[in-house]
């Protein structure tokens, strides 16, 4: 069996979408495609990704004070951090207005809608990174709600979902020693 590789993406504010090209079409070119896809997948199908028992599908002992739906809210872009008491379907709609503009990072709510415009399952995967003493147990309980096999809403989660895995996404971005989760790479197994 080969050993997974990963494949380098330009961090030009459409890596996630340069990813999706090349799990796709194996190149960067269709990215503006995937991009579009995308954000049409994310709006027709909204309440898929507001449903946390959908959303927490792969996710092992995740004990959180809220839903994965609501943790991948308050970890997106889209969050407003004054104003902590926000509705997740606002902060959601947010979030896919923001992808549409051209560099604004993806959020796992994007990872989730490629999966589906594939209708194939994928790993996210999410690195462990040191982290300061205070900031430890928040990236342990991101990385258990990143780090996860995504399955499309179309394969029902069970044990043969990992017969039919193809790749990964990484999140990556280090910035001083800390993950800044804001650039993407392929890798393929």
Not at 141 to 154: D, G, L, M, T
Request: positive net charge; proline residues 5%.
């Amino acid at each position: 069996m080969a050993l997974p590789f990963a494949i380098k993406a330009s961090p030009n504010g459409s890596c996630f979408a340069h990813v999706a090209s090349r799990l796709t079409f194996g190149h960067k070119f269709n990215h503006v495609e995937m991009h579009c896809r995308i954000v049409v997948e994310g709006v027709l199908n909204r309440e898929k990704y507001l449903d946390p028992v959908y959303m927490a599908q792969g996710i092992w002992n995740f004990h959180y004070k809220s839903t994965v739906c609501e943790l991948y809210a308050t970890l997106s872009g889209a969050y407003d951090l004054t104003n902590s008491k926000e509705d997740t379907r606002l902060i959601y709609n947010r979030d896919i207005f923001n992808f549409c503009l051209k560099g604004v990072e993806a959020s796992q709510f994007q990872f989730c809608q490629l999966v589906n415009v594939l209708n194939i399952p994928l790993m996210s995967i999410y690195p462990i990174m040191p982290a300061h003493k205070q900031l430890r147990e928040g990236h342990l309980q991101q990385r258990k709600a990143y780090n996860q096999v995504i399955a499309p809403y179309s394969i029902p989660w069970g044990d043969h979902l990992a017969d039919h895995i193809a790749g990964g996404i990484m999140w990556t971005m280090a910035i001083h020693g800390l993950l800044t989760p804001n650039h993407f790479i392929t890798v393929v197994l």
